[in-house]
Structure formats: structure tokens, C-alpha cells
């Protein structure tokens, strides 16, 4: 099993321009989240879908949106990139919709705006 | 949503040392406690988790103690070892929703 994968690893952006950022789990789990991690601040909920078919904001969702497109897709989408964007995102999954379960993170996307 | 504040923020030991990391929060309804490790570069991985209706976990030489009343949790680690060097997130769960603590730096000396 290749657990939670990401792509891109890297990527540079200008501000003002879009990305979508994919992001795939093969545990059959139903829960996924995206995360962004600045340097001090942990990492914060910007999304996540606790089961197919429905998506909820997390604490930090300005200038992101996402699509649950099945129950192994999860992908995070920044419309007009912002320099305060500049993060590493993390996706993760966890099997229960409830949550209260272990979330398995994928690598990461290092992704710079300038 | 959960207020969540993690001490110490950096954290330096002798090898062979123990180590305590404590976390408070705020929502009285969360009953969902895990600890995640974060090797410099690398994504969060699960050590240890704890429900509400426990007091105490232990795996070899890491435990998670938990007062519900006082809303806190800690993260113990005995005879630590250079391995254990990371940053350290507690992460109570609070709904649907995990939020973590800004990460303890835990640094074993050899």
C-alpha cells in the first residue's frame, strides 16, 4: 500500500496565479483533511470531507477551496495565489467519519509564492 | 473552536533521560487525545493517542496521561535516546476537527 500520496512535492508559483494540489489515500479511509504547517504555528486545518460526498471548512479556509472527487481523492485548489500562501501543505486520512482515529499523513507539498 | 497550548515549546535532555510535554485545551467534549512525532522533514506520524474514558496508556517507553478535569494531557518519554530527537504536536480532537499545539523541539543529547 502506498498510504496517503501528494503531488506536487515542489512547487513555485507567481502571485495571482492557480494550482491544484492532488492528493490520493488507498486505505479505503473516509475521512480526509489538508493542513498547512508554517514554521512555529503547527499545523492548521484549512479543509477537510469526514465522509464521500461532503466537504467542511476547518480554521483557516480563506483563498482555498477543495473537491472530495471519490472516497480515495481529496484535492485542494488556491485560486489566485497569494505570497501568504507560502507553506507546506500536508493531506491526511483517517478511517472513521467521526474522526477520534489515527490520520495518516501523505509527504507534503513544499509550495513557494513570490 | 478548541484553544490549544503546548509547553514546553523547546526542550533539551541527556540521553537516558526522561522527558514530559504537557498540552492543554479547552473544549470539555473533546474525547480524542493523540501525540504526533515530526522528524525534520518529514510528515506527522501517530506515537501514542488516548480516549476520554482512559487515565493512562503506555507503549515501551512512551506514555500519555490524561486529566480531564484540569482539560490537559502529557506525552512521557523514558531513557530517551538520540532517536527521539523531533518536534512533538498534541492534537485534541474536537468535533470533526483535529487542532494542534504549536510542537515541542525535544532534543536528546548523547
Known amino acids: 500500500n502506498a498510504g496517503v500520496t501528494q503531488t506536487p512535492k515542489f512547487q513555485v508559483l507567481k502571485t495571482g496565479q492557480s494550482m491544484t494540489l492532488q492528493c490520493a489515500q488507498d486505505?479505503?479511509?473516509?475521512?480526509m483533511y489538508w493542513y498547512r504547517q508554517d514554521p512555529g504555528m503547527g499545523l492548521r486545518l484549512i479543509y477537510y470531507?469526514?465522509?464521500?460526498?461532503?466537504?467542511d471548512k476547518g480554521e483557516v479556509p480563506n483563498g482555498y477551496n477543495v473537491s472530495r472527487l471519490n472516497k480515495r481523492e481529496f484535492s485542494l485548489r488556491l485560486e489566485s495565489a497569494a505570497p501568504s500562501q507560502t507553506s507546506v501543505y500536508f493531506c491526511a486520512s483517517s478511517e472513521l467519519p467521526s474522526g477520534g482515529d489515527e490520520q495518516y499523513f501523505g509527504p507534503g507539498t513544499r509550495l513557494t509564492v513570490t | 473552536g478548541e484553544n490549544v497550548e503546548q509547553h514546553p515549546s523547546t526542550l533539551s535532555v541527556q540521553e537516558g533521560d526522561s522527558a514530559v510535554i504537557k498540552c492543554t485545551y479547552s473544549d470539555s467534549a473533546s474525547n480524542y487525545f493523540p501525540w504526533y512525532k515530526q522528524e525534520l522533514g518529514k510528515r506527522p506520524q501517530l506515537i501514542i493517542d488516548?480516549?476520554?474514558?482512559?487515565g493512562e496508556k503506555k507503549d515501551q517507553r512512551i506514555a500519555v496521561t490524561l486529566n480531564k478535569t484540569a482539560k490537559h494531557f502529557s506525552l512521557h518519554i523514558t531513557e530517551t535516546q538520540p532517536e527521539d530527537s523531533a518536534v512533538y504536536f498534541c492534537a485534541p480532537q474536537d468535533g470533526n476537527q483535529f487542532y494542534f499545539g504549536t510542537g515541542t523541539s525535544l532534543t536528546v543529547i548523547p
Open positions: 486505505m479505503n479511509h473516509n475521512s
Open positions: 488516548i480516549r476520554s474514558n482512559v
Open positions: 470531507s469526514a465522509s464521500e460526498g461532503t466537504t
